[in-house]
């Protein structure tokens, strides 16, 4: 059992950076993959970023954000993070955290597991 709570959303202007922060639970949480999701108002939820169980290889992007943003794991503080910059308008949404029992970060939401709750990013123009 893995438990995910987000945190790090608010409201910040088009150019700004956040920085989101996923912390887990559970003594499992070095053997999944973690990923990044966001839903806006009216839109189906998408990826954004996966990493890998070890944290090793190329992290995924959605093509949407790259260049832009950075995900990042910490295995030793079950956390995971997803450093946002140069943001726009169109990234505001409900970001969500994920644990995939694949390990690979993936970006196939059937293959998560376990989601947090989700924090809200506001982008205003």
């Known amino acids: 059992q893995v438990q995910l709570v987000e945190s790090g959303g608010g409201l910040v202007q088009a150019g700004g950076s956040l920085r989101l922060s996923c912390a887990a639970s559970?003594?499992?949480?070095?053997?999944?993959?973690m990923g990044w999701f966001r839903q806006a108002p009216g839109k189906e939820r998408e990826f954004v970023a996966g990493?890998?169980?070890?944290?090793?290889?190329?992290?995924n992007y959605a093509d949407s954000v790259k260049g832009r943003f950075a995900i990042s794991r910490d295995n030793a503080k079950n956390t995971v993070s997803l450093q946002m910059r140069s943001l726009k308008p169109e990234d505001t949404a409900v970001y969500y955290c994920?644990?995939?029992?694949?390990?690979?970060?993936?970006?196939?939401?059937?293959?998560?597991?376990?989601w947090g709750q989700g924090t809200q990013v506001t982008v205003s123009s």
């Open positions: 994920a644990a995939d029992h694949y390990g690979l970060g993936h970006s196939r939401p059937g293959e998560y597991e376990y």
């Open positions: 559970g003594r499992t949480f070095s053997t999944y993959g």
């Open positions: 990493i890998s169980w070890s944290g090793g290889g190329m992290p």
